[in-house]
């Protein structure tokens, strides 16, 4: 009979390619927090979300906005005294909570992301102008205006694309991605 | 001739009768193997009470038994009991195998069927050997009741006191020029806030002045060769090139000479020594040495100033090294730790950042014979520092560095935290991951410094940066750290941070532990013979460890262990002669052809080629029945007594027949 | 000429195109020839780990294979591309379920990676394969005086992917004093820019670039070179906006090493991409042309 997995099991199931990652070995000294550039803008602190995935704390972490803050620097990773990788467990949890549809209110980084990995889907390279409604909302009218202007000038300095672009073998390109992820991809 | 072989299968009370049918297993064996030669066969609830070992005795006794075969627990535990009970009664206690039916059967089978068939194997085999065993005896050596004893620190001290006083002669071989280790570097020591030197050296003295120590500073250990109570050492006594007759320790070479150069060993690379120096004012001995690296008469062949104005002659350049040849009886290894280099995290900023101490640096600082007469200022000499950060865990506990927790850094910290108050009133934040004050009188330490107003800050330093964030930080070391029981991150601006580095192996360790036949652990501490019940002594017979070469350790263990080591080395001593275990290897001369592959597989250095005869010959103090000669001698002139090729393949053969016998019947 | 296979990444296109233009340009003078990857497609930055990690080292894996067909050595500019690929042949080559799995997947485009390809950064194959030594001999107008502040950024350096050193490089800096310029001690010249962060929470972006341009500028340097598109665009085109947020005056131009490096080997500015920036180097490069008689460094 399967047992149901912990919510630390889960996390280490997303853990692919850094095999689950020893995060029950976390001494909890706070060196990732410390070296974090972004740790200010966090609700809780790396340490903590790693604390909370050992206590199976599922909900309240999923509430946080600390891993889609994460900028994936990896100071955490490099400096972690017992080896484990932080920022890749950053990563776990931006995809539990895309796979789950399930996260904090309001936070750009998930709608962000579909967005453009639906525009990779569709050319098999990033457009920068179809990304843009995704954020250019969020930060007030000033901000809007700041980023037109910026837009603006890049786009007389030549530095923006106006057609996108695409790959040649797109067809194939497709069929690729469905292989990796069969049930409708992310169409 | 047959044997006469009683079994006895032990109960263990249920740890084997729970699985095995001892009851069955003792019938088959009274039955089956009686055409193997066993006569009597037994079984009982606990064969190594005294009533078990009464049985055996009994038995060889009235039943006139030649062999004895016990199957029970793992030899590890009871062979010396049953070995001693045959001894007891008369019979050679070579004449004695065990069959372990618990580790090896009882407890790893779960099968009752399959535990009672595999206890017959066993003892079957045991009874197939046991027949072949031959009776030896166990060889003894005497004692000589000098000791060795390697490292001038608070250990080394402690055992030399110790053994010198009960009227044995000591040499202590010291590297440096002074013994004291780094304890003579401390400011002052925890808990108890006691100045460092002023504890050491009333001991330092005594060794000094004590009769029955000879002492060699300034020296070190070439090669050891020998066994337990027979070791020759040879010894390098460098050239002081002090006349060590002649001088009075007055200090005027020093004084004159004008070489300065800087003391990266004892100041910490703080202050600054001339060519001519004693490591401190109260070095014992109390001789100078001379650097000939750094001398200008040995550099450019001019000066001698000291030479000039040595008021008794003593300053003399033809001096050479002296190599002295001891013989010792026994070794005790206090060699000490060097210091985790901070360099190695570069993100703390040591080395690029003035203002970043080390934890000797700072006792060095705080030391009122140090470079600051014991004021606390920053680098450029002057200024006091009105805010400290001190760093726990530099390198320890850490997968990066080392992994292990250097045991002293906690309570230093508190120590150092304590002083820049008491000296500065300054702020002080102990960054740390958990405080480890386990002594006496040491958590009681960490409740003062609370009370002294110390803001302890839970989370390890994530970087000493001079970079700011802001104007207010600018000019400042700032400590970027995660204040854990806040869960927030805080930078704190300080104007000095003092780093507790984990203790280290001696860089050299490997090539000690070679020359000494230790063995190291993969962090390079020396390994003790058992790190529960044997913490001094070694798997090596007459080498003992003490104090912080064995692993991190602060004052009083490390005492306590030099105390330890030196009581083993006295009760060897007391005995006056050792017995070695009988087991070891013999040549047989007549086969031999001399190719001396056995010398050179040898890990124990036991065997010698007898250049006259040609032959090998063993050592049998220093063999310890590992078999490896046996295996790379080809013409199979080794053999290991109570380890022959006869009793092994009879063991094997004995098990064979039996498991077979299980088969046929069960095709049948 | 040695020939390099070159990922130039989405961002060299257009809006890192001045890098695009110096890397080809510097790397011919140099004698190493880039030659672009046919077809490639985008290598997804950080966004596509966070939607799903095998789609992810497949799209990479695709790259890879295209690579292999072609050649052994694929370099990098992006620090992110080349984060993503490095890693992405690293795990093929340690987990061979996952090589095998995905390149299943490949067989839809004709593609198989046996893991013979080697990922460098284009930074890399300036400090290590091509050398100062060879920089130094084909400089011309030295860029004497030109105080640069080395900003690696994070991606190039972390994960570790040996022992080496992560914390304290000195190759950057010792590649711009290769081209006749002083790089200042710059401490911040591995902290993050902020990334996607831009995008996705601008206030912690903007509070990154505020420290790095606020240490630039203590440093008193007259640019801050970068050797990625995210930290080049991130550090000069948002200054602005950074003034209007934190009350300074920030000025500082952004360049690509590269152009640096083209600058002091002779090469015109306009086929380095100058003229292309929001903040001219123009006035700190002019104080060299002073030295050097150059002709007119950039037309503004």
């Not at chain 1, 837009?151 to 057609?163: H, S, V, Y």
């Not at chain 2, 120590?415 to 405080?435: M, R, S």
């Not at chain 3, 497949?58 to 890693?87: H, I, Q």
């Not at chain 3, 995905?102 to 839809?108: D, P, R, S, V, Y």
Request: proline share 5%; with cysteine.
């Amino acid at each position: 009979m399967a047992t149901k997995p912990t919510f630390s099991n889960e996390v280490a199931n997303l853990l692919h390619a850094a095999e689950g990652n020893p995060l029950e070995t976390c001494i909890q000294c706070g060196t990732c927090s410390g070296s974090c550039p972004v740790a200010k803008y966090m609700d809780q602190t790396p340490r903590r979300i790693i604390a909370m995935i050992n206590a199976g704390l599922k909900e309240d972490v999923l509430k946080t906005n600390t891993f889609w803050y994460c900028a994936s620097c990896y100071q955490c990773t490099v400096r972690c005294p017992s080896g484990i990788d932080i920022a890749e467990a950053m990563y776990a949890l931006k995809r539990y909570t895309m796979w789950k549809n399930q996260y904090k209110e309001g936070l750009i980084g998930p709608t962000f992301s579909e967005t453009f990995v639906k525009t990779i889907v569709r050319s098999g390279r990033s457009y920068e102008p179809l990304l843009a409604p995704t954020y250019i909302f969020s930060y007030g009218i000033r901000e809007f205006f700041n980023e037109a202007l910026n837009a603006t000038n890049l786009m007389i300095k030549g530095r923006i694309p106006i057609i996108p672009p695409r790959i040649k073998r797109l067809e194939n390109f497709r069929r690729m991605i469905a292989h990796i992820i069969p049930l409708g991809g992310i169409e | 001739m047959t044997e006469k072989i009683g079994v006895y299968i032990c109960h263990c009370g249920s740890n084997i009768a729970g699985t095995v049918d001892v009851a069955e297993v003792s019938r088959w064996a009274a039955e089956e193997l009686q055409s193997r030669g066993v006569v009597i066969a037994r079984d009982y609830k606990f064969m190594c009470s005294s009533l078990g070992q009464e049985l055996i005795e009994k038995d060889i006794k009235e039943q006139g038994l030649t062999r004895v075969v016990v199957a029970s627990c793992s030899p590890h535990l009871h062979e010396p009991t049953f070995r001693n009970a045959c001894a007891r009664a008369g019979l050679n206690p070579y004449l004695f195998e065990m069959a372990n039916i618990r580790e090896q059967d009882s407890w790893v089978t779960e099968d009752k069927l399959e535990a009672t068939k595999k206890a017959k194997a066993l003892i079957a085999a045991a009874v197939g050997r046991v027949a072949h065993q031959q009776p030896l005896n166990s060889l003894f050596v005497p004692i000589d009741p000098k000791v060795l004893i390697v490292g001038g620190g608070i250990a080394g001290i402690q055992a030399a006191l110790e053994i010198a006083n009960s009227g044995q002669k000591v040499y202590l071989v010291e590297r440096e020029p002074s013994i004291g280790g780094h304890m003579a570097q401390f400011d002052k020591t925890f808990p108890t806030l006691d100045c460092s030197a002023c504890i050491l050296t009333p001991k330092m003295f005594d060794v000094g002045n004590h009769k029955n120590i000879t002492l060699m500073t300034w020296s070190e250990v070439e090669k050891i060769e020998g066994y337990i109570g027979n070791f020759t050492v040879t010894i390098r006594k460098r050239a002081r090139y002090i006349d060590q007759s002649l001088c009075t320790g007055c200090g005027v070479c020093w004084e004159k000479c004008p070489k300065k150069v800087v003391d990266d060993v004892f100041e910490a690379s703080m202050a600054k020594r001339k060519a001519v120096y004693t490591p401190f004012p109260q070095a014992v001995p109390k001789f100078p040495v001379i650097d000939r690296e750094n001398c200008t008469f040995f550099i450019k062949g001019t000066c001698k100033a000291c030479q000039k104005f040595c008021p008794t002659g003593a300053i003399n350049f033809e001096q050479q090294d002296e190599i002295i040849t001891v013989k010792v009886g026994n070794i005790i290894l206090a060699t000490g730790f060097d210091l985790f280099d901070p360099r190695r995290i570069p993100q703390y900023g040591y080395g690029r950042l003035p203002n970043v101490y080390t934890s000797l640096e700072f006792e060095r600082l705080s030391n009122a014979a140090g470079p600051t007469g014991g004021k606390i200022v920053l680098r450029d000499g002057v200024t006091v520092p009105k805010s400290v950060a001190i760093a726990h865990c530099v390198g320890s506990r850490d997968k990066n560095y080392n992994g292990y927790c250097s045991a002293i850094c906690c309570m230093q910290s508190l120590k150092f935290a304590h002083l820049v108050h008491e000296k500065t009133g300054a702020e002080v934040y102990n960054c740390y991951i958990d405080i480890r004050t386990p002594a006496k009188g040491y958590d009681e330490f960490y409740q003062r410094l609370l009370e002294e107003g110390t803001h302890f800050i839970r989370g390890k330093i994530a970087e000493i940066t001079n970079a700011p964030r802001t104007p207010e930080e600018e000019g400042k070391l700032v400590v970027q750290v995660e204040d854990t029981l806040i869960g927030k991150q805080r930078r704190v601006p300080v104007d000095m941070v003092i780093l507790s580095c984990g203790l280290e192996p001696r860089h050299d360790y490997k090539e000690v532990a070679r020359k000494f036949g230790l063995s190291c652990s993969a962090d390079g501490w020396l390994i003790e013979r058992h790190p529960k019940l044997d913490p001094v002594a070694t798997m090596t017979d007459g080498v003992f460890i003490a104090g912080a070469c064995q692993g991190p350790k602060d004052i009083p263990a490390s005492v306590a262990q030099g105390a330890a080591a030196a009581a083993r080395v006295l009760s060897i001593i007391g005995q006056g002669e050792i017995e070695i275990e009988a087991a070891t290897a013999i040549v047989d001369e007549t086969t031999c052809v001399g190719c001396t592959q056995c010398v050179s597989s040898c890990p124990y250095q036991a065997i010698e080629f007898l250049t006259d005869k040609k032959k090998a010959h063993v050592n049998e103090a220093l063999c310890k029945g590992c078999g490896t000669c046996v295996g790379t001698c080809l013409p199979k002139s080794i053999s290991l007594k109570h380890f022959t090729d006869e009793q092994i393949v009879s063991e094997m053969i004995g098990a064979m027949r039996v498991m077979k016998s299980f088969e046929t019947v069960e095709v049948a | 000429m040695k020939q390099y296979l070159y990922f130039p990444g989405c961002s060299l296109e257009k809006i890192a195109l001045s890098y695009h233009l110096s890397a080809l340009e510097t790397t011919q003078k140099l004698g190493v020839q880039l030659k672009e990857l046919d077809d490639w497609n985008c290598c997804g930055a950080t966004t596509y780990f966070h939607v799903d990690e095998l789609l992810a080292y497949t799209l990479t894996a695709r790259n890879l294979a295209m690579a292999e067909k072609e050649g052994s050595v694929v370099v990098a500019p992006c620090s992110a591309c080349y984060k993503n690929m490095y890693f992405t042949n690293v795990h093929l080559h340690e987990d061979p379920d996952l090589a095998d799995h995905i390149n299943e997947a490949l067989q839809e485009d004709n593609l198989s990676y046996s893991g013979k390809v080697t990922v460098k950064h284009l930074l890399e194959v300036f400090s290590h394969d091509i050398g100062t030594e060879e920089i130094k001999s084909k400089v011309i107008y030295p860029l004497t005086g030109l105080k640069v502040a080395a900003y690696y950024g994070c991606q190039i350096l972390r994960p570790r992917k040996d022992h080496e050193n992560v914390e304290q490089p000195q190759f950057f800096e010792e590649l711009m004093a290769a081209s006749g310029a002083t790089p200042v001690e710059f401490p911040l010249k591995m902290t993050c820019c902020g990334g996607s962060l831009l995008i996705t929470s601008r206030p912690a972006a903007y509070s990154m670039i505020h420290n790095l341009l606020y240490n630039a500028q203590l440093a008193q340097a007259d640019v801050i070179a970068t050797a990625c598109p995210l930290c080049q665009v991130n550090l000069e085109c948002y200054q602005q906006q950074i003034n209007q947020e934190f009350g300074t005056k920030f000025s500082i131009p952004v360049v690509y090493f590269t152009q640096l490096i083209g600058l002091s080997m002779g090469i015109p500015p306009k086929k380095l991409g100058f003229g292309k920036e929001f903040l001219s180097p123009k006035k700190a490069i002019d104080a060299i042309k002073a030295v050097h008689t150059q002709e007119e460094v950039i037309a503004q």
